[in-house]
């Protein structure tokens, strides 16, 4: 019996995704951005653990809806055909009821944020829900599904602002931060998608490699400069300290040289795989650049 429930955990566990920290570790990465970069800067405690158990539960909504929107295509590629709802070790009706929950666990953790910022982070909240949920679909009716999914993380930025500072009222700063994780995003999932590329086109779904083609490497690329020159404008609007900098041209060259490898291998899940955990890696050096300024 016991074993049987440890299983079924298993396998909700994977269905969350929870047993693949990079994917939780990309979403939040982007919140500490803008956390650290705030005039409040350095986040209470309280914050950050609202922030982080937040971006679990909500992450774990979209992993959730993306599956159940995929569950037939799933089964048709190789990457995602192991996934507990297409191989049907998780049931259709577990799959809802654990959705709902983790919603309900979300608007549980929206209403613990202190009073005077509650509210707005409501409002943010319940306007990035729509998208949460639409991406799934989006890869049926839209060229460029990966920006949706851009959007969804932008408001990883935007609702820790709020949280913080009770306010939008961030200046070029904020934006700044937005524009970045909104381009990170793009470039990196764009690099995920190449590993379906072939599939996907078979199964007749979009994503921005198979739109872009060609162009997908350069894309890439110039998404992760960009992300790194408006990064380095809001430091430099935050009043960062020099010790941010090295962080930053270490993860600015970096990212390109990370390009510059996938120009050199085939496209393949191993390939994708170790480029989407090398952005992890990359993300989180900046963000450490960020602390380092902040409490040296």
Known sequence: MNNLLTQKMGYYFQLLRWNKPSGRLILLIPSGWSLWLTPAAPPSLLILGIIILGGLFVSGAGCIANDIWDRKFDKKVIRTKERPLANGKVSLKAAWILLILMLFFSLFIVLSIPQESRNLCLLLSSLSLPFILLY????????????????????????PWAASESSLAGGV????????????????????????????????????????????????????????????????????????????????????????????????????????????????????????????
Request: charged letters at 10%; one cysteine or more; aromatic letters at 14%.
């Open 136 to 159: 799934p679909s989006a890869k049926r009716w839209f060229q460029y599904p990966q920006l949706i999914l851009s959007i969804c993380w932008g408001f990883s930025v935007l609702i």
């Open 173 to 296: 700063t904020l934006i700044f931060c937005w524009l970045a994780t909104i381009l990170w995003t793009f470039g990196f999932d764009t690099v995920y998608a190449m590993a379906d590329e072939s599939e996907d086109k078979v199964i007749g779904i979009n994503s921005s490699a198979i739109s872009l083609g060609g162009k997908s490497l350069k894309t890439v690329s110039l998404c992760y400069f960009l992300t790194c020159i408006f990064l380095a404008l809001a430091a430099f609007k935050a009043n960062l300290g020099l010790i941010y900098w090295p962080f930053w041209l270490i993860t600015t060259l970096g990212m390109q040289r990370e390009v510059f490898l996938l120009s050199s291998k085939s496209k393949g899940i191993k390939t994708s795989g170790l480029h989407f955990s090398n952005q992890v890696r990359l993300g989180s050096l900046l963000l450490l650049g960020m602390v380092f300024s902040k409490i040296i």
